[in-house]
């Protein structure tokens, strides 16, 4: 059969993780003739989640794609993970597609799982469809699950079939464009068979529900819906096209991946409705022949590849290329990926994705195109909220420095995770999405790379300050033959309000305490407030300089900072210390369901409770607002999943240190002094 004509189009797999995403992908490559067995995610055996960290979890941990052709056309599969801690691998990928299939769950009750979803493909105005997967374990109804759906989407959900049911099961479907009946077959085409009569009058108010959801958008259309007219297949098969790409309408099929049900079906929806990737383009800001780059992979065989779908013109292996940021490479060898496999390309056609190889100063977000000749902007990549760190260390000392070398590579590969050097605790931290992401990446450090750590939690960034005034002399005085060290000075230390931080002042008179011989007071005292008598830096605190004396050969910078050192660590001894702890002012964004119990949580974390309220525009999420102590934010975001069907996530940042309660703040101290 000869294809549509549309070239190459590409299809994102999105939806809630467990909604059957990877396993949708198997059964599309098997209905297409690409495997001779379907895979399936339990045993193993799937083309997608070929890593070790997804089989081990059973579910998607990064980007896959995959390809098939299907009656002349081409086709490539974006399969993006579920889950929020991962999602940022795919983001830029999901983009680029031309059409978004969004796989959910039947059951209505899971519905606002979905609602993340549609927002996103809503704000980055990204064509959608939805496939109703495991349609064979339903226990609602298609009506219940679209009337659940309905407030969270813009565009109106089209259903394009109903349901033919068997007692409890759903046996078949009716394609209401077609008016035609199907029963289903497993792992093969449907059969058509006769409409049944007590379905007619069903099928009929079905049909024209989606007439009338199209003809919101087809004046044409509306004029023969309003004087009888039975419009042609041609006029509907038009208007679902059109207004999917446009963004107007969400087509909604249902079937089962793994029992193989509504899967052809699904196909011809894709082949007929998928936008081109030459609409994409124009959606995205590329003009003329670009590659939008989406991602890094390191392959175990083939280096350092970096994922790109092309656009415009074929891409040739050896092509001089200019990069928006400034780069110019020679494109290396082209590579197609089917699941963890590569296979060597001679080049890419338009709308294809590939791995570039020897493009080494590209990112996931860069646009890369011929040499002088590259317009438009592509898919900006975004800033990513990493909001859990750990502290991590090489567990042998001879991979400390390939240790560096495998965090360069592993934030590259994914854009939600990050790594610093603590200049207070002098911990290597990794920072990423939440705990899962964090395990999975140390996971990776240790396979892909060769290096294992050790993991910790990091140091909370603890920190005291006085309550009271405090003078106090330092004296210095050494000798050992020779010139000796001497320095005297009396300092008064007294609180400053929360967020001053350190004021030095000098009231010195006649010449007690040279001028020269300040600043390393100043420094002596700096040196003291670096860890104060409770074993944490001291903030929010004055010292003046009252007086002092010197000695004519023996005084020194040295000599005068360590007697500013000692004058001011004795004082803030006898100034009352008090312990404070750095709090986050945090953002919970959680479905409705499960705001009493996440309020809760936080709570027995210490938490203030600051509002909750409706999220803006979503239907059934709440956005709850707390002020939280850092110390409580390890762990938070798995309690949070497990509270809420693995959907509430959150937001933090840095708002204010405040004291910490005279117990507790005892037994921190007691921890600090304690060898690690």
Wanted: with cysteine.
């Amino acid at each position: 059969m000869t294809g549509t004509g549309k070239g190459i189009r590409a299809i994102a797999l999105v939806g809630p993780a467990g909604a059957g995403k990877t396993s949708l992908a198997e059964a599309l490559l098997f209905a297409a003739g690409a495997v001779d067995r379907q895979g399936t995610v339990t045993a193993g055996s799937s083309i997608g989640d070929g890593s070790a960290e997804a089989r081990a979890r059973g579910g998607s941990t990064e980007l896959n794609l995959m390809r098939f052709d299907w009656h002349g056309d081409r086709f490539i599969l974006v399969d993006a993970p579920g889950s929020a801690g991962f999602a940022a691998d795919a983001a830029i990928a999901v983009e680029a597609a031309d059409l978004a299939l969004v796989v959910i769950d039947p059951d209505p009750a899971r519905a606002p799982l979905v609602e993340p979803t549609l927002r996103r493909l809503e704000a980055a105005g990204i064509p959608h469809a939805v496939f109703v997967n495991k349609i064979d374990q339903a226990r609602g109804s298609i009506a219940d699950l679209l009337e659940a759906l309905k407030p969270m989407s813009a565009a109106a959900l089209v259903a394009r079939q109903i349901p033919i049911s068997a007692g409890e099961r759903v046996a078949g479907f009716v394609d209401l464009a077609l008016e035609r009946a199907y029963h289903y077959r497993t792992g093969q085409s449907s059969e058509q068979v006769p409409l049944a009569e007590h379905l007619r009058e069903q099928e009929a108010a079905a049909r024209m529900v989606m007439l009338e959801q199209l003809a919101d958008h087809d004046d044409t259309l509306l004029e023969q819906l309003l004087s009888d007219e039975m419009p042609s297949l041609a006029l509907v098969f038009g208007d679902l096209a059109s207004e999917t790409k446009s963004g107007l309408v969400v087509p909604v099929l249902f079937g089962s991946a793994t029992s193989g049900h509504g899967i052809r079906r699904l196909l011809k929806m894709l082949r007929h409705d998928t936008p081109t990737a030459a609409d994409t383009a124009a959606r995205i800001g590329i003009e003329g022949a670009a590659a939008q780059i989406l991602k890094v992979w390191h392959g175990s065989t083939v280096g350092r590849l970096a994922l790109a779908r092309v656009f415009g013109t074929a891409l040739a292996e050896g092509a001089d290329l200019a990069a928006t940021n400034g780069q110019a490479a020679r494109a290396g060898a082209l590579f197609a990926v089917q699941g963890a496999g590569t296979t060597k390309v001679g080049r890419a056609e338009p709308g294809d994705i590939v791995g570039i190889a020897k493009v080494d100063g590209v990112r996931a977000g860069d646009l890369i195109g011929p040499g002088g000749k590259l317009a438009g902007s592509g898919i900006q990549a975004e800033a990513v909220t990493a909001n859990c760190a750990l502290a991590v260390a090489a567990e042998s000392q001879k991979d400390e420095v390939r240790l560096s070398t495998a965090l360069n590579r592993l934030v590259e590969e994914d854009p939600g995770l990050h790594w610093a050097q603590d200049e207070v605790s002098h911990e290597t931290l990794l920072h990423g999405i939440n705990d899962e992401h964090l395990a999975v990446a140390v996971e990776r450090l240790k396979r892909r790379y060769g290096v294992a750590v050790k993991v910790g939690r990091r140091t909370v960034a603890y920190k005291e300050s006085i309550r009271k005034s405090a003078t106090q002399r330092g004296r210095h005085k050494k000798q050992s033959g020779g010139h000796g060290q001497f320095g005297d000075v009396t300092v008064e230390i007294r609180p400053l309000e929360p967020g001053e931080g350190f004021r030095f002042e000098d009231k010195i008179t006649g010449g007690a305490v040279p001028k020269q011989w300040i600043p390393a007071v100043e420094q002596g005292a700096r040196d003291a407030i670096a860890k104060g008598p409770l074993g944490f830096p001291v903030v929010d605190v004055a010292v003046t300089l009252l007086d002092g004396a010197f000695h004519s050969v023996d005084s020194s910078e040295l000599a005068f900072r360590t007697a500013g050192r000692l004058a001011v660590s004795e004082a803030l001894a006898a100034a009352a210390p008090y312990l404070l702890e750095p709090v986050a002012h945090v953002r919970i964004m959680t479905p409705g369901s499960a705001s009493s119990r996440v309020s809760s949580a936080v709570a027995s974390r210490r938490g203030q409770m600051l509002g909750m309220a409706p999220q803006d525009g979503w239907s059934r999420w709440d956005a709850i607002e707390v002020l939280l102590p850092e110390a409580e934010l390890h762990g938070l975001e798995a309690e949070l999943r497990s509270l809420s069907q693995g959907m509430a996530r959150y937001e933090a940042h840095f708002d204010h240190l405040a004291e910490v309660a005279h117990k507790l703040a005892g037994e921190i101290v007691q921890r600090s002094k304690q060898p690690a």
